[in-house]
């Protein structure tokens, strides 16, 4: 039975001997692990910058929509402001041909215009 006894702790000391070498042998290299968590990340940059360059893009697809819509726009003003100016420019020639008037030329104007 003693020699049960010391071949028992020897036996158990051999599979706790094994057991350790096997974790250190099968063990992941922590470089390994280190170049898989890298990828990973690089992985996940390059989906983020995927994404913000489609973001980009169309946000600069829109800034050339509104600058198209901005330049028509401006274009709208000027031709809006050119007729104001010829209207003005009627306007301030009607009011000289009036101020130019006489009582008289009035009198007339008036009774001419209602007949």
Known sequence: ?????????????LILLVAFAISVVTRPDNS???????????????NVIKANNKLREEY???IALLSDSI??????IAKNNDEISDLKHQYDEAMDSIAK????????FFTNRYK
């Open 32 to 46: 390994e692990v280190n170049k898989y968590v890298l990828e990973t990340r690089i992985d996940s940059l390059h």
């Open 60 to 62: 600069e697809h829109s």
């Open 1 to 13: 039975m003693d020699k049960v006894k010391q071949h028992y702790q020897l036996v158990l000391i």
């Open 71 to 76: 330049s028509g726009l401006n274009d709208q």
């Open 101 to 108: 008037f006489s009582t008289s030329n009035i009198t007339e």
